[in-house]
């Protein structure tokens, strides 16, 4: 499996067989898959350490880039890093290089994968079009901007005259009374189409889906297969609960029981 020579495991030491592999894993991405608190943090607590303590090539920590998801594990991975380091040292405490990464372990880049995006753009911002005062917002700001777009968004189609396609779309999706239907199908759409590496390529390809030329029928939908299925499942619903209604009706009182129910 592993393009480099593995040290033999150590009698001392109580890591299983894959664990030590993942341990010395070189040269080759690896993924290790483990159930919860099987040691996976374990395993590359003690890569990182190898990678620092090795004697051919010793790196310096803060020469990694270690990402988690969340903050909590990113200051639970600097946390045992540091503990790490500290055994090494006392295992070899006249070591400079060591003494030297415990200094460097508090900028070392263990974070979370948004914390270090965060911090290349406010670096490199001048290499960007990204204003420099930028900041994150939090989702119910991001919600409130949202919706202000889309207001503004739909008074401008409104106030367009010769907008047929809008009007035609208000007309099948909203009510007499206002839009709220509408905008709530645009939000889902947004929300989904950002779940999608590319939310632009989805959003143009679901659109395109509705695109028919001038002799195509409904039939040439590409989806009016799960459509026609939807539509059957709802009629069979239906039907099903005519069939119900019929047969309660049908038993002695059974018109009061019908009405009592509805
Ligand atoms: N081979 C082993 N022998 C003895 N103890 C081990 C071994 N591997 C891991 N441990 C210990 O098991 C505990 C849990 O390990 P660790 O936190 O690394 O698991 P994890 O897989 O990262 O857990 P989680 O899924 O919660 O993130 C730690 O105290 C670790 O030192
Ligand atoms: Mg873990």
Redesign the pocket.
């Known amino acids: 499996m592993s393009k480099t020579k593995i040290p033999a495991l150590p009698g001392d030491?109580?890591?299983?067989e894959d664990?030590w592999k993942a341990i010395w894993a070189k040269d080759q991405d690896i993924l290790v898959a483990?159930?919860?608190?099987?040691?996976?943090?374990?395993?590359?607590?003690n890569r990182i350490i190898q990678k620092v303590i090795s004697e051919e090539d010793p790196i310096d920590v803060d020469e990694l880039l270690v990402v988690t998801f969340t903050n909590a594990?990113a200051a639970?991975m600097r946390h045992?890093v540091s503990e790490a380091l500290e055994k090494a040292i006392n295992d070899n405490p006249h070591s400079q290089h060591l003494r030297k990464q415990l200094s460097l372990i508090n900028r070392a880049s263990i974070s979370t994968l948004h914390s270090f995006c965060l911090e290349v753009i406010r670096k490199y911002y001048y290499l960007t079009d990204i204003d420099p005062g930028f900041r994150i917002a939090d989702s119910t700001e991001i919600q409130l901007l949202r919706d202000e777009v889309m207001e503004e968004l739909f008074e401008e189609q409104y106030g367009q005259s010769d907008n047929e396609e809008f009007f035609n779309l208000v007309d099948a999706f909203t009510s007499d009374r206002n839009d709220d239907a509408l905008q709530n199908i645009v939000r889902s759409l947004h929300d989904f189409s950002q779940s999608n590496p590319n939310p632009d390529r989805w959003l143009d390809g679901a659109a395109s889906m509705y695109e028919l030329a001038d002799d195509d029928g409904i039939d040439d939908l590409s989806f009016i297969d799960s459509l026609k299925f939807d539509i059957g499942l709802q009629l069979d619903t239906a039907r099903d609960l005519l069939e119900r209604s019929l047969a309660v009706i049908k038993t002695p009182g059974g018109r009061l029981q019908g009405l009592r129910t509805i």
């Open positions: 030491v109580t890591w299983t664990q483990a159930a919860a608190g099987s040691g996976k943090t374990a395993v590359l607590v594990s639970e045992r």
